[in-house]
């Protein structure tokens, strides 16, 4: 029996523990162009709080969900495992950081609520698309496959905007 070995080089973060804190900010992104598109609120701050307040509560949603499933599956959920879930997920909170910035700027900047919360979701299409490109090249894919990747992330948040005007508008 031959001993296993790490794919990754020593001191590098488990691949799977990376890709998971990479997915719930991808996922944190696309959650913040929602709440965007579909708030109704007045002022920033009651935006800027409903934001972050959703993102929370998808944060800790998805933890008790994975906790539930070991519980419902006859397992004891490991306690260390629950906390690096928590750790994993928090780039879901971090990704309100642009949009609110985004917010913050545009209401000193002297835009009105309804424009500041429109610029914030470009600033969310923007990010996506820049994820989406970043993965695009990381896999070393050639600039038609960058543009795809760059599209389908982009998409994500574009979808949100089209549902905004369509339906609210």
């Not at 691949?15 to 162009?33: D, L, M, N, Q």
């Not at 928590?86 to 990704?95: D, N, S, Y």
Request: aromatic letters at 4%.
């Amino acid at each position: 029996m031959s001993p296993e070995r790490n794919p990754e080089p020593p001191g590098r973060e488990d691949a799977r523990t990376s890709t998971a804190s990479y997915a719930a900010g991808v996922y944190g992104t696309i959650v913040s162009a929602s709440v965007l598109a579909a708030a109704s609120v007045d002022t920033t701050r009651s935006v800027i709080i409903l934001l972050v307040g959703t993102l929370l509560v998808y944060w800790v949603a998805e933890q008790y969900a994975r906790t539930l499933a070991h519980s419902l599956a006859g397992r004891r959920p490991d306690p260390a495992a629950v906390r690096a879930g928590l750790r994993e997920g928090l780039p879901m909170i971090q990704a309100s950081y642009i949009p609110v910035a985004v917010l913050v700027i545009a209401r000193v900047a002297g835009l009105s609520t309804g424009t500041a919360v429109n610029v914030a979701l470009a600033a969310c299409i923007a990010v996506l698309c820049t994820l989406g490109w970043l993965g695009g090249r990381r896999q070393r894919l050639l600039l038609r496959g960058r543009l795809v990747s760059t599209l389908v992330a982009g998409s994500l948040g574009v979808v949100m905007a089209l549902l905004k005007f369509a339906v609210l508008h």
